[in-house]
C-alpha cells in the first residue's frame, strides 16, 4: 500500500500506471515533421537526438534547454553517466548542432548547467551561436558537502542567433523593497509609496537570488530529481519571447518549461524520453488550465523573495 501524504503535500507524483490518460495525450514524432503547427502544443515521447532532426527548420523562437548535468545520476527508468571532458563537450555539440537549424534567425537559446559542465557549455556554445551572458542563480537547496564548498548556484548561459533577438526589459524587472528611500524635491525618486511599504523595480542582472526550488506543498512541485522553479523559466520566456511564439525544450523532463509558456501565452512542444516525466508533464499541463498562477510572479511582477505584501514568506 502507497505511503500517505501529508495532508498539504501536493507533490504530483502519479505512476504510469495510474496515468494513462495523461499518457494518451502525448505522441511520437517517427517521420519528417512539414508544419510545427501539426505538432505546437504537444509533449513528445522520444530521444530528442533521433526528434530533432525530424522538425522542421527554423520552427523555433526559442529553446530552453536542460539537459543532463555531468554528473552520475539515476532518473526513473534511467540515469546518466559522469563522462570524460572531451566526450561531454563532444555529447554537447551533438545536440546543439541538432538544436540550431531550428532556431530562427535572432532566436535565444538558454542552456541550463551546474558550475562544474557551464565551463564545458559555454565554448561549445560559443561555436553555434553568439553568447551574450552567463546567468547564476542561487540554488537554496542540497547537503553541505564535509571536502568542499556547498554548491548552491547553477548556471544558465543565454545565447542568440545572430542580432536582432527579442528582450523584453520591462517584462522581468524585478520589485524590491527600499530601504534606503531616496527623495528628489520631497518626491519618491525611482520607487513608489504604497500603503504595504516602499517599492522599486529594478533591472535585472545576471544574478538571481529571488528563486525559491520548487517543494512538497507548492503545486508545481513533482518528484522529479531535477525540476526548475516556474518563476524561473518565466524570467526567460518572459525576456526573450512574445505572446504566440513557439518555446521548444529538447529535454522537456516533467514539463517545467512547456506549463510556463503555455500560462504565459506562448505555444511549446517539449520533448522527453521518459513515459513518467512526460505523463507528469501534461498532468501539469491540464492544471495550468485553472492554476495559471505563477509563484513569485503576480499582476505582471516578478516580486523579490519575501518581498510581497501579504504573502507568507517563501522561505
Not at 501539426?38 to 513528445?44: A, F, N
Not at 542540497?142 to 543565454?158: H, T, V
Not at 530601504?179 to 525618486?189: H, M, N, T, V
Amino acid at each position: 500500500m502507497p505511503e500517505q501524504k501529508a495532508p498539504r503535500n501536493r507533490t504530483i507524483d502519479t505512476p504510469v500506471s495510474e496515468g494513462a490518460r495523461f499518457l494518451a495525450r502525448c505522441i511520437r514524432i517517427e517521420q519528417p515533421v512539414g508544419d510545427v503547427g501539426g505538432v505546437r502544443d504537444r509533449t513528445v515521447l522520444g530521444d530528442s537526438f533521433r526528434v530533432l532532426p525530424l522538425l522542421p527548420r527554423s520552427c523555433a523562437d526559442l529553446i530552453v534547454a536542460d539537459p543532463p548535468y555531468n554528473l552520475t545520476k539515476a532518473f526513473y527508468g534511467g540515469g546518466f553517466s559522469k563522462k570524460s571532458a572531451a566526450d561531454y563537450g563532444a555529447y554537447t555539440r551533438e545536440w546543439l548542432s541538432l538544436a540550431e537549424p531550428l532556431l530562427r534567425p535572432g532566436g535565444t537559446i538558454y542552456v541550463c548547467c551546474d558550475w562544474e559542465t557551464s565551463m564545458l557549455v559555454g565554448p561549445v556554445l560559443g561555436e553555434l551561436f553568439t553568447v551574450r551572458s552567463r546567468i547564476t542563480w542561487q540554488r537554496e537547496k542540497g547537503r553541505g558537502a564535509k571536502g568542499n564548498w556547498k554548491n548552491g548556484m547553477e548556471d544558465i548561459w543565454f545565447a542568440t542567433k545572430g542580432g536582432g533577438y527579442t528582450f523584453n526589459l520591462d517584462a522581468v524587472k524585478l520589485r524590491r523593497r527600499v530601504l534606503a528611500p531616496y527623495r528628489a524635491d520631497g518626491a519618491p525618486k525611482d520607487w513608489e509609496e504604497t500603503g504595504q511599504g516602499r517599492f522599486r523595480d529594478t533591472c535585472p542582472s545576471n544574478f538571481w537570488d529571488d528563486i525559491t526550488i520548487p517543494f512538497w506543498s507548492m503545486p508545481e512541485n513533482t518528484a522529479h530529481p531535477t525540476q526548475k522553479p516556474e518563476k524561473l523559466l518565466a524570467k526567460l520566456i518572459l525576456a526573450s519571447s512574445e505572446p504566440g511564439d513557439l518555446v521548444l525544450d529538447p529535454f522537456l523532463g516533467s514539463g517545467t518549461t512547456s506549463v510556463v509558456a503555455k500560462k504565459l501565452g506562448r505555444h511549446y512542444l517539449g520533448i522527453e524520453q521518459e513515459a513518467q516525466y512526460c505523463l507528469w508533464a501534461e498532468q501539469r499541463l491540464e492544471a495550468a488550465e485553472s492554476e495559471p498562477a505563477i509563484q513569485g510572479y503576480t499582476d505582471g511582477v516578478f516580486w523579490e523573495r519575501n518581498a510581497r505584501p501579504g504573502r507568507v514568506p517563501e522561505r
